[in-house]
């Protein structure tokens, strides 16, 4: 059993940046891709970016060129930076390692983009 923890989230004026983190309790390695997900207030949880474990990355069109995801197997840890953000960012976030079997969730971070 793998736990993630994701940690960064907080309250951001607009244009401002954070980096999320995503903390797993063992290695990362069996994870053939890892992902972040976002649920904003009254919305359904939406697919934000994706890292396999070829370092291939993909994003949802509205982030290009403002997020980052990247991870680092040393420290078992996934993270996202998030640049120029917009009110729109405004969610939950949480993250998801996915490997052969099964998927596991975090319990998501709050980020908050207002002035």
């Known amino acids: 059993q793998v736990q993630l923890v994701e940690s960064g989230g907080g309250l951001v004026q607009p244009g401002g940046s954070l980096t999320l983190s995503c903390a797993a309790s063992?290695?990362?390695?069996?994870?053939?891709?890892m992902t972040w997900y976002r649920q904003g207030p009254g919305k359904q949880r939406e697919w934000v970016a994706t890292?396999?474990?070829?370092?291939?990355?993909n994003y949802l069109d509205s982030v290009k060129g403002r997020f980052t995801i990247s991870r680092d197997s040393a420290k078992s840890t996934m993270y996202q930076q998030m640049n120029s953000l917009k009110p729109e960012d405004t969610a939950v976030y949480y993250c998801?390692?996915?490997?052969?079997?099964?998927?596991?969730w975090g319990q998501g971070t709050q980020v908050t983009v207002s002035s």
């Open positions: 063992g290695s990362i390695d069996k994870f053939y891709a």
């Open positions: 998801n390692g996915r490997s052969t079997l099964v998927e596991y």
């Open positions: 890292i396999t474990s070829g370092g291939s990355t």
